[in-house]
């Protein structure tokens, strides 16, 4: 079993800056790749980010790509994402997840652990 933990949600102001992280604990492995999804209210689950987690091999969705960096620090089990230039179409609970592979997927039902969720809200 593999814990997921995520951090750094909040209310920020259209433009702002936010890092997310995830922490693992459990039976962490090399062989995980670490993904971000998210929700908003009255909509279905969705893909933000993801990367493998010895390789580097990183993957985003249109809607953040060149506003946000996902990275790790292996030594911490940790995933980071840095979102920028937030927009109010960014609010959502976003969430980590990890799946038993070397590979970076877009769908959500690839993956085999979950966190609980932070939120994010950004303000007009």
């Known amino acids: 079993q593999v814990q997921l933990v995520e951090s750094g949600g909040g209310l920020v102001q259209a433009g702002g800056s936010l890092r997310l992280s995830c922490t693992a604990s459990g039976r962490t492995s090399s062989s995980y790749t670490m993904g971000w999804f998210r929700q908003a209210p009255g909509k279905e689950r969705e893909f933000v980010s993801a990367?493998?987690?010895?390789?580097?091999?990183?993957g985003y969705a249109d809607s953040v790509k060149g506003r946000s960096t996902i990275s790790r620090d292996n030594a911490k089990n940790t995933v980071y994402l840095q979102m920028n230039s937030l927009k109010p179409e960014d609010t959502a609970v976003y969430y980590c997840?990890?799946?038993?592979?070397?590979?970076?997927?877009?769908?959500?039902?690839?993956?085999?652990?979950w966190g609980q969720g932070t939120q994010v809200t950004v303000s007009s």
């Open positions: 997840a990890a799946r038993i592979s070397r590979r970076v997927s877009y769908s959500d039902s690839l993956y085999d652990y």
């Open positions: 990367i493998t987690w010895s390789g580097g091999d990183a």
